[in-house]
């Protein structure tokens, strides 16, 4: 993750301030999460006692629409200021991409696929940026729970150790599938690319297809690309779908391990109906911030594998610009001397000398489609 942020830090950079306070927006609006968790045990406890009053009532509600008042603000800008610089950053990586596409030499097209490079242009770009909101996801969600298991602790702290103990299990759940949608997600992207180009290619050569007669030949390749997608895509898919319910499967595992210690606790008088009624909603509220942060850990991790095809191409080496040579008058002629070039694939010209004379006419001629 460091790696990530200092490789996108310089697009997101002119936008820090607005990071920032969306960041600082993410402590009161978990504290609110926290506060309306807490505010359930008093609520049970005293609001729907057989001695409480009617003011009572009023007073509780009143503290529950406060939090929803102050909730409203906070969470808009906070929401607001991230998705901003999530879309401002896709820009400014964008008119990076698309500036180093100026700069690459002719060689560089010859072996890459126009939709593979359309692919990361639009696609790969948009991910990268999206990294930093889920980086803010990885602040925002743990903050969320900590806050929330400070209110557990309170109400209980024997019934807090119970879902302390299948933490591990979320930690190894967490590094286990973001490591493989990481790998996986980068031959699904560059499949996306691959079928992107196909679908160029069909485009732009229709008139040549049907003259041909290759449509069963262009179709039978599609179907090829689209069977590879379909590959990767479903390795990718089984772990990032398995992420969730596992995630969900561990927390109702200690969720009941909590109903049934939480009895005896009832039971012997150690643990009021109220407190136990907010241990209960505060830990199904905090399977919620587990939840985001589980998808978090996944999206950046595609966030991470779009980063890798991105920076590729911004790494790519430029073509050199030797400069240009101005010359006022022509005298002899025009000579080539030693050229040879290449599409990527084999020369196609090898020290390739030519004179042509002032006023001399010279015609170059092979076969159809030699080049």
């Not at 993750?1 to 960041?23: A, H, N, S, V, Y």
């Not at 003011?55 to 409203?72: C, K, Q, T």
Request: charged share 20%; net charge positive; glycine share 8%.
């Amino acid at each position: 993750m460091i790696e990530f942020i200092k490789r996108t830090w310089p697009f997101i950079k002119p936008f820090w301030k607005q990071g920032l306070i969306g960041l600082i927006l993410s402590i009161p609006l978990a504290a609110i999460k926290a506060g309306q968790a807490y505010i359930i045990k008093p609520i049970f406890d005293y609001g729907f006692s057989r001695t409480s009053s009617t003011e009572d009532a009023f007073f509780y509600a009143g503290i529950l629409v406060a939090f929803a008042l102050v909730n409203y603000p906070i969470r808009f800008f906070h929401f607001f200021l991230i998705k901003s610089v999530v879309e401002q950053g896709v820009c400014e990586i964008r008119e990076k991409v698309n500036d180093k596409f100026q700069r690459l030499p002719v060689s560089f097209y010859s072996k890459t696929k126009q939709g593979e490079l359309m692919s990361i242009a639009m696609n790969d770009t948009m991910l990268v940026s999206q990294g930093f909101k889920f980086a803010v996801d990885l602040v925002r969600e743990p903050l969320t729970a900590v806050m929330l298991f400070g209110v557990m602790l309170f109400h209980d702290w024997q019934l807090t150790l119970v879902i302390l103990a299948i933490i591990p299990l979320f930690i190894l759940i967490f590094n286990f599938t973001g490591k493989w949608i990481k790998y996986y997600e980068s031959f699904v992207r560059s499949q996306m690319g691959l079928l992107n180009h196909e679908v160029a290619e069909v485009l732009q050569g229709q008139k040549i297809i049907k003259a041909f007669n290759l449509q069963d030949f262009v179709g039978k390749r599609f179907r090829k690309a689209l069977d590879k997608y379909i590959f990767y895509w479903k390795r990718y898919g089984r772990v990032e779908e398995n992420a969730h319910p596992l995630v969900e499967l561990v927390g109702a595992v200690g969720f009941a391990g909590v109903v049934v210690f939480a009895h005896s606790r009832i039971v012997s008088g150690e643990l009021t109906n109220g407190a136990f009624i907010s241990f209960i909603g505060t830990l199904a509220l905090i399977m919620d911030p587990i939840r985001k942060y589980s998808d978090a850990v996944v999206r950046l991790n595609q966030a991470k594998a779009s980063a890798d095809r991105v920076f590729s191409i911004l790494d790519t080496k430029e073509e050199q610009n030797t400069g240009t040579v101005t010359k006022d008058s022509f005298e002899a002629g025009i000579d080539f001397e030693n050229i040879t070039f290449s599409y990527g694939e084999g020369e196609v010209l090898k020290d390739f000398s030519l004179f042509v004379k002032k006023g001399e006419r010279v015609a170059l001629v092979g076969l159809s489609g030699s080049g």
